[in-house]
């Protein structure tokens, strides 16, 4: 049975302070709906920012050491890589994060907390489906003598082997395949580090927040005021920093092997799952299941079913009419909220042409897609022949997108296509596109 998208039942509400910032944050968890993703929402800011979480989100680990932050347009979320855990382990799709404050609050150093608190509320079932990064080729990448690679798998599986030149941490290896439940003690494995490393890291402003409690440090004669929860705590710890760290890019299926892997080394995994994903799907209109439609008219939900676009990239609201092999008629309502009017032009809104053209590209997406020879596919966009603007589109107009086959063979096809604003022509096209097995 195909997963399907999970969200939380009812709100969610934590405090506690920073592990490396040491200031009191406070973090509400709220349900949202499917498609939507982890969105992060700092509230203790005067113009509230929202940060979504993908694989472009990531900041360098060179300027945020020993954690894994996000950020957007210089808002910043430090130390999410617990709670990402947390949402991994449990198949939390769509969240949003409310918080006040740039970090995470550390609680006890593991994911525990956020688990605990999810489970009291419990998980809902959403309409849509995962929409899984399926790995279909080796991916590797290396620091030092620490490297992780990444192959094909049809689930995600982790093996990892840790390494320390410690007596008390030592070596060990786990191999954990992940099926959609908590696996064991997984998410209760917390935080440590070596006592020689305490003082670097609050010279670099590090570990403000980190106590004994909180923090497993480990001296030479062992553990300081504190003690293991269980035997491969520290193995298990590395393990769900990863877990958290890969949820950056959603639910991922592929095998994970790593060793003496840290958060550097993660997030340079995670900018090669970038650029893979970039090559797999980047300018291809793609089916996202074998989905085909029975009617004439497609609501927005049903047009994601067929293509991969979501928000703020999915520039059709609703196909009005589908002959399938034939013609389409898609509507683009442009507000004023748009993402693009921040920058295309403060104080003269101007929808860009080049995100008209793409809308139209959807549109004739859909009429390929819809086809059921086609199901499944990738439509990759190849040209766009015989451009012309006729006339701006502006906050408060509505694209009337009419799409027109030319020629429809099994790996190619073309299609004419015009876009309307009050029944006169604002711009128009041929576009053409390469069939593909997906």
């Given at each position: 049975m195909?997963?399907?998208?999970?969200?939380?039942?009812s709100?969610v509400f934590?405090e506690?302070i920073?592990?490396h910032?040491?200031k009191?944050?406070k973090?509400?968890?709220?349900?949202?709906?499917?498609?939507?993703?982890?969105?992060?929402?700092?509230?203790?800011?005067?113009?509230a920012?929202?940060?979504?979480?993908?694989?472009y989100s990531v900041?360098?680990?060179?300027k945020?050491?020993?954690?894994?932050?996000?950020?957007?347009?210089?808002?910043?979320v430090h130390?999410?890589?617990?709670?990402?855990?947390?949402l991994?382990?449990?198949?939390?799709?769509?969240l949003?994060?409310?918080?006040?404050g740039?970090?995470?609050?550390?609680?006890?150093?593991?994911?525990?907390?956020?688990?605990?608190?999810?489970?009291?509320?419990g998980c809902q079932?959403?309409?849509?489906e995962r929409?899984?990064?399926?790995?279909?080729e080796?991916?590797?990448?290396?620091?030092?003598?620490a490297s992780?690679?990444l192959?094909p798998?049809?689930?995600?599986?982790?093996?990892?082997v840790?390494d320390?030149?410690n007596?008390?941490?030592?070596?060990?290896?786990a191999?954990?395949?992940?099926?959609?439940s908590?696996?064991?003690n997984?998410?209760?494995?917390?935080?440590f580090?070596l006592e020689?490393?305490?003082k670097s890291?609050?010279?670099?402003?590090?570990?403000?927040?980190?106590?004994?409690?909180?923090?497993?440090?480990?001296?030479d004669?062992?553990?300081?005021?504190?003690?293991?929860?269980?035997?491969?705590?520290?193995?298990?710890?590395k393990?769900?920093?990863l877990?958290?760290?890969?949820?950056?890019?959603g639910?991922?299926?592929?095998?994970?092997?790593?060793?003496?892997g840290?958060?550097?080394l993660?997030?340079?995994l995670?900018?090669?799952l970038?650029?893979?994903?970039?090559?797999?799907?980047s300018?291809?209109?793609?089916?996202?299941?074998?989905y085909?439609?029975?009617g004439?008219?497609?609501?927005?939900q049903?047009?994601?079913?067929?293509?991969?676009?979501?928000?703020?990239?999915?520039?059709?609201?609703?196909?009005?009419?589908?002959?399938?092999?034939?013609k389409?008629?898609?509507?683009?309502?442009?507000?004023?909220?748009?993402?693009?009017?921040q920058?295309h032009?403060?104080?003269?809104p101007?929808?860009p042409?080049?995100?008209?053209?793409?809308?139209m590209?959807?549109v004739g997406?859909?009429?390929?897609?819809a086809?059921e020879?086609?199901?499944?596919?990738?439509?990759?966009?190849?040209a766009?022949?015989?451009?012309?603007?006729?006339?701006?589109?502006?906050?408060?107009d509505?694209?009337?997108?009419?799409?027109?086959?030319?020629?429809?063979r099994?790996?190619t096809g073309?299609?004419?296509?015009?876009?309307?604003?009050d029944?006169?022509?604002?711009?128009?096209?041929?576009?053409?596109?390469?069939m593909?097995?997906s």
């Amino acid at each position: 049975m195909p997963e399907k998208q999970k969200t939380i039942k009812s709100r969610v509400f934590l405090e506690g302070i920073g592990l490396h910032t040491g200031k009191e944050t406070k973090l509400e968890l709220l349900p949202a709906p499917v498609d939507t993703g982890i969105i992060f929402m700092r509230k203790d800011i005067e113009v509230a920012s929202f940060i979504k979480v993908s694989l472009y989100s990531v900041l360098a680990p060179e300027k945020y050491p020993r954690r894994t932050s996000i950020g957007c347009d210089g808002v910043v979320v430090h130390t999410v890589e617990h709670l990402m855990a947390a949402l991994h382990l449990l198949g939390i799709d769509n969240l949003q994060v409310n918080i006040w404050g740039e970090e995470i609050p550390g609680l006890d150093g593991s994911a525990k907390h956020f688990v605990d608190k999810i489970r009291e509320v419990g998980c809902q079932e959403q309409s849509l489906e995962r929409d899984f990064l399926t790995i279909k080729e080796p991916l590797w990448v290396e620091e030092g003598s620490a490297s992780i690679v990444l192959l094909p798998y049809n689930s995600l599986r982790i093996s990892y082997v840790l390494d320390y030149d410690n007596p008390l941490i030592g070596s060990g290896y786990a191999d954990i395949a992940f099926n959609g439940s908590l696996k064991d003690n997984l998410y209760e494995a917390r935080t440590f580090c070596l006592e020689d490393e305490v003082k670097s890291l609050l010279s670099m402003g590090l570990g403000k927040g980190a106590n004994y409690k909180n923090t497993l440090v480990v001296s030479d004669k062992g553990i300081i005021d504190n003690k293991l929860r269980f035997e491969d705590e520290f193995l298990k710890h590395k393990v769900l920093d990863l877990v958290g760290d890969l949820y950056l890019s959603g639910p991922l299926r592929g095998h994970v092997i790593a060793i003496r892997g840290g958060h550097s080394l993660n997030i340079k995994l995670l900018n090669k799952l970038r650029r893979y994903k970039e090559k797999v799907k980047s300018a291809g209109i793609g089916s996202r299941t074998a989905y085909v439609p029975q009617g004439t008219e497609l609501s927005a939900q049903e047009i994601m079913k067929i293509l991969p676009h979501r928000y703020p990239f999915l520039l059709v609201d609703k196909i009005t009419h589908l002959d399938k092999g034939k013609k389409a008629i898609g509507i683009k309502s442009v507000t004023m909220n748009e993402y693009f009017f921040q920058g295309h032009f403060p104080g003269k809104p101007i929808m860009p042409g080049v995100l008209i053209i793409e809308a139209m590209a959807q549109v004739g997406g859909v009429l390929m897609l819809a086809c059921e020879e086609h199901k499944g596919k990738l439509a990759y966009f190849m040209a766009a022949d015989n451009i012309k603007f006729r006339k701006t589109v502006v906050p408060g107009d509505q694209l009337v997108i009419e799409v027109v086959v030319g020629k429809l063979r099994s790996r190619t096809g073309s299609v004419i296509t015009k876009a309307f604003v009050d029944g006169k022509v604002v711009a128009q096209a041929e576009l053409k596109f390469a069939m593909v097995e997906s």
